[in-house]
């Protein structure tokens, strides 16, 4: 068994649903492991499905044709997303987080007595008595006190 009957006229595949799908494993043999929807498109007329096989590694995510989708045993996808993705669509996975960009400027930071009020409390919070570093930093010189005993 390696095609299965085209009965997408009957039903629409969307995203993120959940079917078998035929795919070769690494012994070249024939396997219907479960697979998600993750997107739809048409290409010279015929629909293409980018799946994502469940609990494979995602490189092997891949586009498929209709002939490889086990429509018998079709899953549609739950009313509520339980991992919303960027674009508000199910996805199978949690996506990373999205990295916080901290640099933000106001205009108040171009007042110069602002500034340098904004380096005096900074100042308060750097231990005094060094005075910054304008190239090479030397190691500080230890003193060393040597005793001369006359114990021969």
Request: glycine share 4%; aromatic share 6%.
């Amino acid at each position: 068994m390696t095609k299965m009957a085209d009965h997408s006229s009957s039903v629409e595949i969307v995203e993120g649903c959940r079917l078998p799908v035929l795919r070769k494993n690494q012994e070249h043999e024939d396997e219907w492991p479960l697979a998600e929807i993750l997107s739809v498109k048409e290409v010279s007329g015929r629909k293409l499905y980018y799946v994502h096989y469940i609990d494979f590694n995602k490189r092997l995510d891949e586009w498929v044709t209709t002939d490889r989708l086990d429509m018998k045993k079709l899953q549609f996808p739950k009313k509520e997303a339980k991992t919303p993705t960027k674009n508000g669509l199910s996805g199978s996975r949690p996506s990373s987080p999205e990295k916080e960009v901290v640099s933000e400027r106001r205009e108040t930071d171009t007042d110069p007595a602002l500034q340098k009020k904004q380096r005096k409390s900074l100042d308060l919070n750097l231990p005094s008595a060094t005075p910054p570093s304008r190239g090479k930093t030397l190691p500080t010189p230890v003193q060393v006190k040597f005793t001369h005993s006359r114990d021969y």
